[in-house]
């Protein structure tokens, strides 16, 4: 779970700082204290615990 929720700081990090500057310049006026919180969770630890969890079930 650790490991999907540093996934998600690396995609806020790539998508807060590589891409949005050029496709969405309008991206950078979002607080990036809530785009990273939803990153982090919503995009990094949920999903990686549902992955965690279906596995284990297998």
């Not at 929720?5 to 310049?25: E, K, Q, R, S």
């Not at 809530?34 to 596995?55: D, E, K, M, N, Y």
């Amino acid at each position: 779970m650790l490991l999907s929720a540093i996934d998600g700081l690396l995609l806020w990090l790539v998508n807060f700082y590589v891409i949005a500057p050029v496709a969405f310049p309008w991206f950078g006026m979002a607080d990036p204290v809530v785009q990273f919180i939803a990153h982090a969770f919503f995009f990094g630890t949920a999903p990686g615990s549902l992955l965690t969890w279906r596995l284990a079930r297998r």
